[in-house]
């Protein structure tokens, strides 16, 4: 989107948008990374694991500060038009998305030490696939974004169906193990909160995959049909 | 880092004080000139000035003869000349400056304007002579004079009138054409008022060359011994440069003494009508500046 | 908001025009709507200010100019044989790059001049003219304890000022703006923009600037010039945040090649 030719003229600004470009993309390079992490840690019982997962949460908040901090200097120093404006106010938007995701993941880490090593002995059921399914959700809006590609932001729409159907399944597994093991009733518990985490993972990746579309087409697809008209 | 004291840059400013000093040197020269002749004028012929000079009809003896005619014939001259050189020449000027295609025609008279403004002053007589004077029977009056000194200053007032209008920015054209004027309600109302101060200060300057011109003068025919004051502008006449090569002439050393003191007279008109044009100039200047 | 259907002001068909032998517009087709603010922005010598100058006749001031097709104004060609340019300048008036008030009138007279030039002016209601012209230009309380004091004793914005009082006096129905604001600091710049808003009002404005932010912050249509065409035209806000041609989007974003 930003790389193409001709290049800005002024090239402290082309190179601005650059470092912009750069974080965003760590960003997301790393919240993906604690995604997998977090399950993992989760189904294979890796306390340590979760807790290193914890600490990438810093970087994680510090890269917003950064991003928002750079966004408002282009804004200010710049006054960006077109694609260049939609591109700040994108990054502006999914930065809370991202760091959202990243609180996510310090949660299911949080559900992760709270299980304890007990490996497999907690039926995860759909937890493994969900968290995969939420990886790539996130990893597709990204790439969608690198490459300007709106058919794969729509893709990516597509598929919160699914997260949330798992996540349902997962809701009433545990319900029924709830009402039938009350000794482990506070683990059923953590593993219907992992699989809420997920889901809401999936919603701020497609939250992700619209504003691509905004950027893209410059038309904002949010909301789709529940808009109410204001005029008479 | 290269040091920035005054001896270090020895020769340019050696060239410059050598420059200044030319410069100073072109100005005070020509003064100094200037003053001498004054002070030798003065010296000679201030004892003649005095009432009765201004006032007496030439005479045969020196020492009752005075300028009162050709004082006359000079103000009549100039009054003359000023009413038909001024409103043509600067008509002219507006035209060829506001109305006229910027062509290689334009070009060509405007060279021509600066070629008639050079011709000496002498064939500008034979021209009044011929057609002036005879072909259109005016005999030898003031009027012929008068044109032929109007024809003498005219190209001047031309070229200083389309100077004075080259002064008006085209902004301010533009802006009276896009206020919904015409051509003619935009240079009458805000062009001419403009460039009025540079017009006027030409003009009294180029009149202020006519008042001095004997050659045309002689031509057409003014006398050089009038007992009379002229009584129209069909009259016989005299004029002061005229008197002055007059009493020059003469052999009497008072008339030289007369003659000095004519000079005096015309000078001091030559220089109040300056100074009154630079004064003008000023003051229609401040009033558009605030 | 709900986009302005609203009447045209202008419609310009087919323009072409230049010097000489030099086509500087080269097709020109615009519609300019009544009581709105129209922007014209492009890169130096895309002909944006030879297209204003058509709008009101001034083009043809200079040798050697040409003009070609045809702009209408409340259903009447400009450009017809029988329309006396000089009276269209009073239904379209215009102000300049440099403020050029008249050296030697004051401002009451500067404001008058547009009337009294034309032999309009009703001795009577000369203060009243006054008044209301440098009322609706937003410099009446500067001014109206030293109205006799000459126009250019005024600051820079003022005289810009003054001169929009003196193209108001003339009752036009257009304005036409030539970068009005670019010999202006920012804070008289921003004085005339505010100003163009209370204008749109009463007047159809035609504005041309090289400023985008100018454009974006002060009009409701912008047209994009380019090497003498109209590239695109549309709501200001969506020019700026969404053009639809990318030599628009390039010229918008600084990417100029």
Redesign the interface.
């Known amino acids: 989107m930003l790389n193409r030719t001709p290049t800005h003229t002024d090239r402290e600004f082309e190179s601005e948008l650059g470092h912009l470009r750069q974080r965003l993309l760590r960003m997301s390079g790393r919240v993906e990374q604690m995604i997998n992490q977090s399950a993992k840690a989760l189904v294979m019982g890796d306390v340590d694991l979760a807790r290193a997962t914890v600490l990438l949460d810093r970087a994680v908040n510090s890269d917003e500060m950064e991003i928002d901090e750079l966004g408002m200097r282009l804004l200010a120093r710049w006054q960006p038009m077109a694609s260049d404006l939609r591109f700040i106010i994108f990054a502006f938007k999914i930065v809370t998305d991202l760091e959202r995701i990243g609180d996510l993941a310090v949660n299911i880490c949080e559900r992760a030490i709270q299980l304890g090593n007990e490996a497999g002995v907690e039926p995860f059921n759909d937890i493994p696939e969900m968290a995969k399914g939420v990886a790539w959700m996130l990893s597709e809006s990204i790439d969608a974004f690198v490459h300007a590609d709106e058919g794969r932001a729509r893709a990516v729409i597509e598929r919160d169906d699914e997260i949330d159907d798992a996540y349902h399944r997962i809701f009433r597994a545990q319900v029924e193990r709830m009402t039938v093991d009350h000794d482990h009733f506070d683990r059923c518990l953590a593993v219907q909160n992992v699989g809420k985490y997920l889901e809401r993972m999936a919603d701020h990746a497609t939250n992700i995959a619209e504003q691509v579309i905004f950027l893209v087409r410059g038309q904002d697809v949010r909301h789709a049909g529940k808009r109410i008209s204001n005029e008479r | 880092m290269s040091p920035l004291f005054r001896h270090h840059r020895a020769t340019g400013a050696r060239m410059e004080r050598v420059f200044s000093t030319i410069c100073g040197l072109a100005v005070w020269i020509p003064l100094i000139i200037l003053a001498v002749l004054l002070v030798v004028g003065l010296s000679e012929g201030v004892s003649r000035i005095g009432v009765d000079f201004l006032t007496s009809y030439p005479s045969r003896k020196w020492e009752e003869a005075g300028i009162l005619p050709a004082l006359v014939g000079s103000v009549c001259l100039l009054v003359l000349t000023g009413l038909i050189a001024l409103p043509l020449g600067v008509g002219a000027a507006v035209y060829l400056e506001e109305y006229g295609q910027r062509g290689r025609f334009a070009r060509f008279i405007e060279l021509n304007i600066a070629n008639l403004a050079g011709v000496p002053s002498v064939i500008y007589g034979l021209l009044g002579l011929g057609v002036f004077v005879r072909a259109l029977g005016m005999g030898r009056s003031l009027l012929a004079g008068a044109c032929t000194l109007a024809l003498l200053v005219m190209p001047v007032v031309v070229i200083v009138t389309r100077e004075a209008l080259r002064t008006v920015p085209d902004a301010i054209r533009e802006g009276a054409l896009a206020l919904g004027a015409s051509r003619w309600q935009a240079i009458r109302q805000v062009v001419l008022p403009m460039a009025m101060p540079g017009i006027l200060t030409g003009s009294i300057l180029a009149m202020s060359r006519a008042i001095g011109e004997t050659a045309p003068l002689v031509v057409v025919g003014a006398l050089t011994y009038v007992t009379f004051l002229p009584d129209g502008i069909d009259a016989p006449f005299t004029a002061l440069p005229i008197q002055i090569f007059n009493w020059v002439s003469r052999p009497q050393k008072g008339f030289l003494i007369n003659a000095a003191a004519a000079i005096l007279v015309l000078l001091v008109t030559l220089l109040s009508l300056n100074l009154s044009a630079i004064l003008l100039r000023n003051r229609l200047q401040q009033r558009m500046q605030g | 908001m709900?986009s302005d259907a609203g009447s045209t002001a202008l419609s310009v068909s087919t323009l072409r025009a230049g010097f000489g032998a030099a086509e500087i517009l080269k097709g020109i087709n615009l519609n300019i709507r009544s009581q709105q603010v129209t922007a014209i922005i492009g890169p130096s010598g895309c002909g944006k200010s030879t297209f204003i100058r058509t709008l009101?006749r001034?083009h043809e001031?200079s040798?050697e100019a040409w003009v070609k097709g045809t702009v209408m104004l409340d259903g009447q060609d400009i450009y017809a044989p029988e329309v006396d340019p000089?009276?269209?300048?009073?239904r379209v008036?215009?102000v300049?790059q440099?403020p050029?008030?008249?050296?030697?009138m004051s401002i009451r007279e500067n404001v008058l001049?547009?009337l009294?030039?034309?032999?309009r002016l009703k001795a009577d209601a000369a203060d009243a003219v006054v008044e209301q012209a440098l009322t609706r230009a937003a410099l009446w309380g500067e001014v109206k304890d030293r109205l006799a004091?000459?126009g250019?004793?005024l600051s820079g914005g003022q005289q810009q000022r003054l001169?929009i009082a003196?193209?108001l006096a003339?009752e036009p129905s257009v304005l036409l703006m030539d970068e009005p604001c670019s010999a202006l600091d920012p804070i008289a710049t921003a004085r005339i923009e505010d100003l163009i808003h209370v204008l749109r009002e009463r007047y159809t404005i035609v504005i041309v600037t090289h400023s985008?932010?100018q454009a974006?912050r002060v009009s409701n249509q912008t047209a994009f010039f380019l090497m003498g065409e109209l590239v695109e035209v549309d709501e200001t806000s969506r020019v700026?945040?969404?053009?639809k041609d990318p030599r628009t989007?390039?010229y918008?974003?600084?990417?100029?090649?």
């Open positions: 709900t009101n001034m001031t040798g000089v009276l269209l300048r009073r008036g215009m300049f440099k050029n008030p008249f050296p030697s001049a547009g009294r030039l034309t032999h004091a000459p250019l004793s001169c003196r193209a003339v985008m932010q974006a700026f945040s969404s053009p989007e390039d918008i974003t600084g990417r100029f090649g």
